[in-house]
């Protein structure tokens, strides 16, 4: 049975810091699978936030985040980061993490070309 396992989201002021860690069972990081963070705010679609390929070398993060948020991953923990800093009100989401099978693609926007979802974490940046 794979899961994706998220933590790290909570309550933070704005200007704060959090890092979401996504941690995988059943799903070999061996197998070779990029992974995302996709993002939904409240009566919005969900939208990718970030990807980084299996082997690390090659990442995408969206316009809004760049410079603040990283993406980075531990095939060893077969976890994925998503270290977001200088947060703002509109990071304000749940955030979930995504497995892709087509490993070395990092920015894949379509949800349905993920094969592996998590739970989703929330994340609440307050003014």
């Known amino acids: 049975q794979v899961q994706l396992v998220e933590s790290g989201g909570g309550l933070v002021q704005a200007g704060g810091s959090l890092r979401l860690s996504c941690t995988t069972s059943?799903?070999?990081?061996?197998?070779?699978?990029?992974m995302a963070w996709f993002r939904q705010a409240p009566g919005k679609e969900r939208e990718l936030t970030a990807a980084?390929?299996?082997?690390?070398?090659?990442?995408y993060l969206i316009d809004s985040v760049k410079g603040r948020f990283t993406i980075y991953r531990d095939n060893t923990k077969n976890t994925v980061y998503l270290q977001m800093n200088s947060l703002k009100p509109e990071d304000t989401a749940v955030y979930y993490c995504?497995?892709?099978?087509?490993?070395?693609?990092?920015?894949?926007?379509?949800?349905?070309?993920?094969?592996?979802w998590g739970q989703g974490t929330q994340v609440t940046v307050s003014s």
């Open positions: 059943g799903l070999s990081f061996s197998r070779r699978y990029a």
């Open positions: 995504a497995a892709d099978s087509i490993y070395w693609r990092a920015g894949a926007t379509d949800p349905s070309v993920y094969e592996y």
């Open positions: 980084i390929t299996w082997s690390g070398s090659s990442s």
